[in-house]
């Protein structure tokens, strides 16, 4: 439905030439615009509509959202074409492409195989500049990789002190730096600055980009990753000349000095021993996450504020070792922005070092008390979390591990569990066999609300291996968790694992050719716009295309 809709607004948009399909004027689709519920008033033209859309298989139902179309015709193609000119309050867009490749399916491998590359390759001919060379990670001197996500971290220097600002993640009650996905609509970002800059006047409403950092000093970073084939996830990209075991990623971190005013604001002692409060917008509508979903809806038809973060302070960085503290107890701190500064990057180091000293002297501040308590971690925006959790818990003993294993699995705070964790505490001893209220590890592990499927699936095979029984009640949980799974590959794990039989790693798709043609259709990258929609489709000529949004 939402793709005839779509594609009935896009035939409505003023045009180059009198009723033709292409290229239209980029007008804000709000999403209650009437006219895409009524039928085309050019019979051919709607006809067209219902042929494309009756063959569209949904491929990724989340970000980014892909659909396939196979077996597309010029006018189709056309048709398809016409999407690219709609603009969105999120600032993302739609995009077009033709790609080859097998009869579409409802699995992650197919996406990582095909529609994934196609995306990359179409978006880097048309806009380069999305390619950036590796300066750091296990890519560094590597050629160029796309790249989705930019982080912004403003640095502030203070004498021989070195300060990073980072928000709190409300929900989960995390910290990390400002940051996203660049949102490529033809009202969205043309640079990764341009991405920083409107994260930033996202996150940090009421403190305007230019009066908080200062872009003349600025630095930009390209850190890699290497990532399993199995991270569900539109960065983690195939690029075998470049990891042959799994995927990899690629992401802007802009590095900017921030400005007095903002640091002597929002500085921890300056602002009165507390956190720093980031403001609501004036004069627009603000939701947040929690709030009913007809509302946050409002984001995307009305362009209302979506308020990520309530809470905001700054983290001192010791500049020898790279590690972090803070001016108050249990902070913890996303892994990838602290172990970026452990590893302590050359031109980061030489970044800071070069930053602008903020004088206190001058502003009246007798000085900034040491921050005293040390950075926590968390496992989120890390490839290796097992590796993190071995650190964290270096000596783990059986009982321990039981313990742990217990309690992160049966835990109510909403917060989402590792499987790595899982793994971790089973190297440590921990009893697969456990139970809790009368239930065993096992169940409490596939019932658990705020953990995704292919999360809970990895610690319940692990667990059935480790020796944990599969009965009546485990059963039936993974019963419920097969009744949301779109994946046909994890459909198929998960019935294997309620049989009593672990699966085993699942093989790549390899490099199967199809000589038809297919359209992938996605949903726009940018806030709150994420989740995208995806369609292949082959054509006559035995090329595909698809178009993401």
Known sequence: ????????????????????????????????????????????????????????????????????????????????????????????????????????????????EYLMPAFARRMLRDEPQWALPPKHGPLNGCRSVFARTARVCAAARVKERLFLFVLREDDHEIWGVPGGAVARG?????????????EWDEEVPCNAWADSVDVRHRLLLAVSKLNSSKWVSSMNLKEPDLSTKGGVSCTAWIFLAAREAFFLESEWHSSGRRLFDIREPEHEDVFYKCDARED???????????????????????????????????????????????????????????LPAIDLERDGVCGIPQYSYPVLLSTVGVREKLAVYRAMYPKLGPVAA????????????????????????????????????????????LVHPATCGPVAQWAAIQLSRAGAR????????????????????????????????????????????????????????????????????????????????
């Open 402 to 445: 039981t313990r742990l294993l217990r309690t992160s699995l049966t835990s109510k705070d909403g917060a989402p569990y590792d499987a790595e964790l899982v793994q971790r505490c089973l190297e440590c001893g921990a009893e697969a066999t456990e139970h809790f209220c009368g239930k065993s590890v096992l169940y409490w592990a």
């Open 470 to 549: 599969m009965g009546r009640h485990e059963v039936k949980a993974i019963g419920a968790r097969l009744e949301k799974e779109e994946d046909q590959d994890r459909a198929d794990d998960w019935r294997s694992l309620a049989s009593g039989r672990p699966p085993n790693p699942r093989p790549s798709l390899g490099r199967r050719r199809s000589s038809s043609d297919s359209t992938v259709s996605t949903p726009a990258e940018g806030k709150g716009s994420e989740k995208g929609a995806g369609s292949s489709a082959p054509r006559l000529d035995g090329s595909q295309r698809s178009v993401r949004r």
């Open 296 to 354: 946050l809806c409002k984001i995307h038809t009305h362009g209302a504020h979506l308020m990520e973060h309530t809470a905001g302070t700054w983290l001192e960085l010791d500049f020898a070792s790279g590690w972090l503290k803070a001016p108050l107890p249990g902070v913890r701190l996303r892994a990838d922005v602290a172990m970026l500064l452990q590893s302590r990057p050359a031109e980061v180091w030489h970044f800071f070092a070069g």
């Open 186 to 198: 033809p009202n969205g970002d043309r640079s990764f600055l341009d991405t920083a800059r409107r």
């Open 1 to 112: 439905a939402w793709l005839v809709w779509l594609l009935r607004i896009a035939l409505l948009q003023p045009t180059g030439r009198s009723g033709s399909l292409g290229a239209a004027t980029h007008c804000v689709i709000t999403g209650l615009e009437t006219a895409g519920w009524i039928p085309a008033g050019d019979a051919d033209a709607e006809m067209l509509i219902q042929r494309v859309s009756s063959r569209a298989v949904c491929c990724f139902a989340k970000e980014p959202f892909m659909v396939v179309i196979p077996e597309i015709s010029k006018m189709e193609r056309q048709l398809l074409d016409s999407l690219e000119c709609l603009s969105f309050h999120c600032h993302g867009g739609i995009r077009s492409i033709v790609f080859q490749g097998p009869p579409p399916q409802r699995a992650w491998s197919y996406v990582y």
